[in-house]
């Protein structure tokens, strides 16, 4: 595990609605998300041929210029050519965000990929080759990302996608710390030494949970099973736990030394504030 003895940064996510009531609560849930000072707010993609620059794009210059918050793009490979990477990284340029998350992104059925960048690894290259001065980060699974045969051949397109000059790395969702802390450990003996960001996200209903359980790898400890089990005909109290249960996985983070934690908001501002509140000290973050 790396040591440090910098205070951790906090960072958000959120993602494009798709309708205008969704833009006018997320506006919403922007303007209190910025009260939290994060570090910087991330702002997701699901498909660079989808709108891409009516949305994410959009909603990263609002982030940007509307409430000042350093801004984060994500930007998947498999869909883009190099010429529309140009175009998206003059215009992020001329916004002054040069902040960039490069994936490779989901296949879509019936929409054949590009062919300019096969990874994620490939659009940092190139990214790093076009704008040096970009801060490109990479997403990483603690728990084996699923195309991968093994953790081994997983650490290994890790180690290149650092290698193609990857800044800093942030993780999948997970439920158990202990997944996380072996990874850490792991990508040290593979000489991966850029800061890694934890992905957290808190579950707050149980459709929420199942939707997790069924589309992540993500192990289940004990612990979050007995709160889905316990209280799956209560919603309210399985917000309240599932909260809980982020807080604790963030404290514990922190004790040891986590570089970041990286929240999944899912566009839920009272959930991220309610958060906020039981860590803010940790991050030496003043409290609301």
């Known amino acids: 595990m790396t040591e440090t003895n910098k205070t951790p940064t906090l ?15 997320l506006t919403d849930t922007l303007d209190q998300l910025k009260e939290l000072h994060p570090s910087f707010i991330s702002v997701t993609a699901s ?16 982030v940007k210029d509307a409430l000042g918050c350093n801004t984060m793009v994500h930007m998947p490979a498999a869909y883009v050519t190099k010429v529309e990477v140009d175009n998206v990284l003059n215009r992020l340029e001329k916004m002054h965000i040069n902040q960039v998350l490069a994936l490779r992104g989901d296949i879509v059925d019936g929409y054949v990929p590009e062919t300019d ?22 997403a990483c699974y603690p728990e084996v990302h699923p195309d991968s045969k093994n953790r081994i051949d997983d650490i290994k397109h890790l180690k290149n996608k650092v290698d193609a000059g990857c800044d800093q ?13 072996r990874f850490q450990e792991e990508c040290a003996i593979a000489n991966i030494n850029v ?18 359980i069924d ?4 192990r289940l400890p004990k612990k979050f099973i007995n709160i889905l089990d316990k209280y799956k005909d209560n919603p309210v109290s399985l917000k309240e736990a599932g909260i809980a249960y982020a807080v604790d996985q963030i404290v514990d983070l922190v004790t040891n030394d986590v570089e970041g934690v990286h929240l999944y908001t899912m566009n839920k501002s009272d959930t991220a504030k309610h958060i906020f509140s039981n ?10």
Do not use: W
Not at 169 to 181: A, G, K, R, S, W
Not at 195 to 209: C, E, T
């Open 195 to 212: 800061p890694i960001l934890a992905g957290i996200m808190p579950i707050v209903n149980r459709k929420q949970a199942l939707h997790v």
């Open 47 to 62: 498909n660079h041929k989808l709108n891409y620059e009516k949305t994410t794009i959009d909603l990263a210059k609002y």
């Open 11 to 25: 960072s958000f996510e959120v993602f494009p609605p798709n309708s205008e009531v969704g833009v006018d609560k």
């Open 215 to 218: 589309n992540c790898a993500a």
């Open 169 to 181: 790395l942030i993780t999948q969702l997970f439920y158990d710390n202990d997944q996380f802390y």
């Open 279 to 288: 860590t803010a000290s940790l991050f030496n973050l003043k409290n609301i």
């Open 117 to 138: 960048f096969k990874y994620a690894s490939d659009l940092t290259s190139y990214i790093k080759k076009q704008k040096p001065y970009f801060e490109v980060s990479g």
